[in-house]
């Protein structure tokens, strides 16, 4: 299993930042970059229909002996986002976590602050110096399912066929935008870009971000009564129209919120962002109408100063995969048969699988073993990486019996 680590350690040393403002696909050079050494290593591999399409799409396949086997598609992302910086990430090896703090460069990665540490007591933990990001994220996943790759093909061990697919662009909302499923030809898939180890998840948020823009009057100040509208002050009031309780560090579990992600403005001129979060339809409709109706409410007290666009993101797999819960049943049993504990949960955000599923390939996501994403906290325990490469494994043998 040492490879899983060398891929690892060498993956994440490669910056592969998505870029939200560019409108590129990719929207980086980092990640054609990444993904040209990833067909090339999967040539190295032995896997056939290897390529790279103009969209920066990785695929390869390692066929079956087996006539007639299904053919699952295992999938990762290249990029790591934006939130954190992806430069210079210079991984910090922890051996024999003895279960005290983890002096970082400027922070220290703490049992006080990350309980979850506890669980990894004698393990070796995998994280960033603390000025950047780890790249777990999903970097984790590429290494596990390349590594899986390997381990198969070198040992001859039975599996069903495998595909695998790397995408760009997933951390910006972007990564499954030009994915052609037909050509896959996959009877169903798994997202390996999970959390911690055991989970594994077919429930996730119906997403939409909200853009809400603010037309002011500017007049001087010291002649402003009954005249000024001021943009930054009518947008801070928006905020006070949505619910104070609902908010991502307000909630949890199957909690909606509303996420306020940006906002600037002047006297002339306002804006917000919000990314809506609801695993509910009913609930997804309802905060989708109160954004609107706080737009109203504004218009009509101030005049129609406020535009606002809504956008769909993605939407709960969970009505996808419940149609084809075989696919999690056979996650389950693989989990159980690798001594893995399956932790059934819903996902607080989204992957490409959740758009994949309504493409037509329901794609449940299974766990890298990574903690902490997108920030200089994150780490992941190697134990946790080899179990997912077992799974995977495990997965593609037991697929035979479908």
Not at 186 to 205: K, R, S
Not at 212 to 224: D, E, L, Q, R, Y
Not at 327 to 340: F, N, P
């Amino acid at each position: 299993m040492s490879n899983v680590l060398d891929r690892f350690l060498k993956y994440v040393k490669i910056c592969t930042t998505s870029d939200e403002e560019s409108s590129s696909f990719p929207s980086s050079p980092f990640q054609t970059a990444f993904g040209e050494a990833l067909a090339d290593e999967c040539l190295v591999l032995g896997l056939t229909d290897v390529k790279q399409d103009k969209y920066g799409y990785v695929s390869a396949l390692l066929p079956s002996d087996t006539a007639g086997a299904p053919t699952i598609c295992f999938i990762s992302h290249m990029d790591t986002s934006p939130d954190a910086s992806g430069f210079n990430v210079r991984p910090v090896i922890t051996e024999n976590y003895d279960g005290g703090d983890i002096k970082l460069k400027g922070l220290t990665l703490s049992p006080s602050e990350f309980p979850e540490l506890k669980n990894y007591i004698g393990k070796t933990i995998i994280s960033s110096d603390g000025t950047t990001l780890l790249g777990s994220d999903d970097k984790a996943g590429i290494a596990e399912i390349l590594t899986a790759v390997e381990t198969i093909k070198n040992s001859g061990l039975p599996h069903c066929n495998i595909r695998l697919l790397f995408t760009p662009d997933e951390e910006i909302g972007r990564g499954v935008d030009f994915v052609d499923v037909d050509e896959l030809g996959c009877d169903f898939g798994f997202t390996v870009d999970g959390g911690a180890i055991g989970g594994l998840e077919y429930e996730n948020f119906n997403a939409a971000s909200a853009e809400i823009n603010i037309t002011g009057k500017s007049v001087h100040p010291g002649t402003a009564k009954g005249i000024m509208k001021n943009a930054a002050l009518i947008a801070a009031e928006f905020t006070s129209l949505l619910p104070a309780g609902e908010t991502p560090s307000t909630t949890d579990g199957y909690d909606g919120f509303f996420h306020l992600s940006e906002i600037s403005g002047t006297v002339s001129k306002a804006r917000l962002c919000y990314i809506i979060r609801d695993f509910e339809d009913s609930g997804f409709e309802s905060r989708k109408k109160a954004i609107l109706s706080a737009v109203d409410k504004l218009n009509k007290k101030y005049g129609d100063i406020a535009e606002c666009e809504i956008r769909e993101q993605y939407r709960n797999m969970r009505e996808i995969i419940e149609k084809n819960m075989y696919i999690i049943d056979l996650a389950k049993k693989s989990m159980t048969d690798v001594g893995i504990t399956p932790s059934v949960q819903p996902i607080r955000g989204g992957t490409d699988g959740a758009r994949l599923s309504f493409m037509g390939l329901p794609c449940p996501n299974l766990f890298t073993g990574g903690h902490n994403f997108h920030g200089p906290y994150e780490y992941i325990p190697l134990e946790s990486m080899e179990k997912a490469v077992e799974l995977i494994i495990k997965i593609a043998e037991n697929a035979l019996a479908l």
